[in-house]
Nanobody, 126 residues
Framework: QVQFVQSGGGLVQPGGSLRLSCAAS????????IGWFRQHPGKEREGVSC????????YYEDSVKGRFTISRDNAKNTVYLQMNSLKPEDTALYYC???????????????????WGQGTQVTVSS
C-alpha cells in the first residue's frame, strides 16, 4: 500500500522554526521529485519548494527563500522542509507531493503530484 505520511506541523510563534517530514512507504523516493505546497484559507494551493530526483537541484518560492530548506534522505525514504524565521503569513495547510522525474520549478509551478501527503497545519501566531 502506497502511503506518504506527513508529520511536524503545529503552532509556533513568529520567528520560530518547524520541520515538516514526509515518510514514504510502498514506493521509493529515488526517482521522484518532491514538492512542498501550501494552501491559505480561501486561496489556491501554491508551490513552496521542490527538489529534483536526480541532482538535488531545488526551487523556492520567493517569499520563503533564505528561510526554508527542502531536503531528502533517500535511505530513510523521507523528505523534509525546515522552516525558520516563520512569519504569520506562513500560516497554511502544508502538503508534500512526489512526482516522477519532474524538474523542481516545473513541479512547483504546475502543482502536479502522483502521491500526496495528508496535509499538516502550520500556524504562526503569538
Amino acid at each position: 500500500q502506497v502511503q506518504f505520511v506527513q508529520s511536524g506541523g503545529g503552532l509556533v510563534q513568529p520567528g520560530g522554526s518547524l520541520r515538516l517530514s514526509c515518510a514514504a512507504s510502498g514506493f521509493t523516493l529515488d526517482d521522484y521529485a518532491i514538492g512542498w505546497f501550501r494552501q491559505h484559507p480561501g486561496k489556491e494551493r501554491e508551490g513552496v519548494s521542490c527538489i529534483s530526483s536526480s541532482d538535488d537541484s531545488t526551487y523556492y518560492e520567493d517569499s520563503v527563500k533564505g528561510r526554508f530548506t527542502i531536503s531528502r534522505d533517500n535511505a530513510k525514504n523521507t523528505v523534509y522542509l525546515q522552516m525558520n524565521s516563520l512569519k504569520p503569513e506562513d500560516t497554511a495547510l502544508y502538503y508534500c507531493a512526489a512526482l516522477l522525474y519532474a524538474a523542481p520549478q516545473a513541479m512547483c509551478a504546475s502543482g502536479d503530484g502522483m502521491y500526496w501527503g495528508q496535509g499538516t497545519q502550520v500556524t504562526v501566531s503569538s
